[in-house]
């Protein structure tokens, strides 16, 4: 079995350990990624009873295409648990999310639940989030002043995606290259107008990390 192949088998088994923390009669927030993929097809296959909500567009219809009943956030009121990957996981479970540009909505979900808990492969783990990049929905109105603002904040450089948010809004990127506090981070992006939603989620949000390793293994982090 090739690197690539352990990593995928690694992302399997983290997804359905995931799943396993379902149960009957459950509220469950489905979010986004190639793990937590995973966590979807095996709730697919179990069929528990449960009623779900999504993070977008694809996974609601991947859902949906398995058989599980997916409802909108507001007609479903409250989860008990909430399932999703991330970009970048810190050693104090703080999140960068976002690449997929559902960040918005994964944050509306994760905050529905007392119980959030992340899938990621190993090479998601940081010692600082920065790296990958602080994803942002953006609307269309004045990117250029969010921009400016965002160097302001210490940007080092701020990209436009191609694509749009399945909100229809604009997807961006700023490159704060090493993010040492991500709550102040946070609450300054939060405070900037015109942006929707960024993609730091802080590690008081989070139950637990679970992390497929390249080596076909699986553990937890926890605070």
């Not at 909430?82 to 559902?102: H, R, S």
């Not at 749009?164 to 040492?180: I, P, T």
């Amino acid at each position: 079995m090739s690197a690539s192949d352990d990593v995928t088998a690694a992302k399997e088994a983290t997804g359905r350990a995931a799943a396993d923390l379902v149960e009957d009669g459950m509220r469950v927030g489905l979010g986004t990624g190639s793990t937590v993929h995973f966590t979807i097809v095996a709730l697919g296959e179990r069929q528990p009873d449960i009623v779900c909500t999504a993070t977008s567009v694809r996974t609601h219809d991947l859902a949906t295409s398995l058989g599980l009943q997916v409802v909108a956030p507001d007609e479903i009121g409250a989860l008990d648990i909430a399932i999703d990957g991330a970009d970048e996981v810190d050693p104090q479970l703080n999140l960068t999310k976002g690449g997929g540009g559902a960040h918005t909505r994964e944050k509306v979900v994760a905050e529905m639940s007392p119980r959030f808990v992340v899938v990621v492969d190993e090479s998601k783990l940081v010692d600082h989030l920065g790296p990958f990049g602080t994803p942002l929905e953006v609307l269309e109105f004045a990117p250029g002043v969010v921009t400016s603002r965002l160097e302001a904040l210490g940007a080092r450089r701020v990209t436009t995606r191609d694509e749009r948010s399945d909100n229809g809004n604009l997807l961006m990127d700023a490159h704060f290259e090493r993010v040492a506090h991500p709550d102040r981070l946070a609450a300054s992006l939060a405070a900037v107008p015109g942006i929707v939603e960024h993609g730091i989620f802080l590690g008081s949000t989070v139950e637990r990390v679970i992390v497929a390793g390249a080596d076909g293994s699986v553990r937890e982090l926890r605070h």
